[in-house]
Antibody, heavy 120, light 113 residues
């Protein structure tokens, strides 16, 4: 059974940093592109970052580019999101998701999500 | 950026009825080299994380009931639920993965009368 378990969320002040982690199991982690997708309270879904299978390529939308960094450790089957210079608009539930074994396509498995609140 | 527009924003139907929801993209999601549409549908039930229902516009994921049908091509797509069940109460999102930034529609909330 595929499992994606996020951790590291919490309350953080604007301008500070936070690092999220995602522990994967039940599939060959190193064969999958991986991603982070967020959902602000009562809002829709927003893609945040994607990383290739080896970690050599990363992709971000303009809203987080230069502030967020996605990384992975295939030996530990783990995905990370380093979030710097956090803003109130980054407040959301952050989901770890696998993004297909064939390329950065659809998000096929999702974690349960972790809440990040940016507030003073 | 590719803008995804979903309609209606909400819909209430009775169990057993057929429901259709629309998703339109601001540019074609059909990749000419492989003739595939880079469009997915997700279901998010209350309090849960999203679940992939359909990829490539019409390929149902394993375990997804066959009452869920994806169709369309280019810029116009439809998700049909042939006979709605009470457990289909959810918000349904379409998403394009044709190009970055990957973008989602704003969702269609399905309510059961």
């Amino acid at each position: 059974e595929v499992q994606l378990v996020e951790s590291g969320g919490g309350l953080v002040q604007p301008g500070r940093s936070l690092k999220l982690s995602c522990a994967a199991s039940g599939f060959t982690f190193s064969n999958y592109y991986m991603a982070w997708v967020r959902q602000a309270p009562k809002k829709g879904l927003e893609w945040v970052a994607t990383i290739s299978t080896s970690g050599s390529r990363t992709y971000y939308p303009d809203s987080v580019k230069g502030r967020f960094t996605i990384s992975r450790d295939n030996a530990k089957s783990s995905l990370y999101l380093q979030m710097n210079s956090l803003k109130s608009e980054d407040t959301a539930t952050y989901y770890c998701a696998s993004q297909s074994a064939y390329g950065p396509y659809y998000f096929d498995y999702w974690g349960q999500g972790v809440m990040v609140t940016v507030s003073s | 950026d590719i803008v995804m527009t979903q309609t209606p924003s909400s819909q209430a139907v009775s169990a057993g009825e057929k429901v259709t929801m629309s998703c339109k993209s601001s540019q074609s999601l059909l990749y000419s080299e492989n003739k595939k549409n880079y469009l997915a549908w997700y279901q998010q039930k209350p309090g849960q994380s999203p679940k992939l229902l359909i990829s490539w516009a019409s390929t149902r994921e394993s375990g997804v009931p066959d009452r869920f049908i994806g169709s369309g091509s280019g810029t116009d797509f439809t998700l049909t639920i042939s006979s709605v069940q009470a457990e289909d109460l959810a918000v349904y999102y379409c998403e394009q993965y044709y190009d970055t930034p990957f973008t989602f529609g704003s969702g269609t909330k399905l309510e059961i009368k």
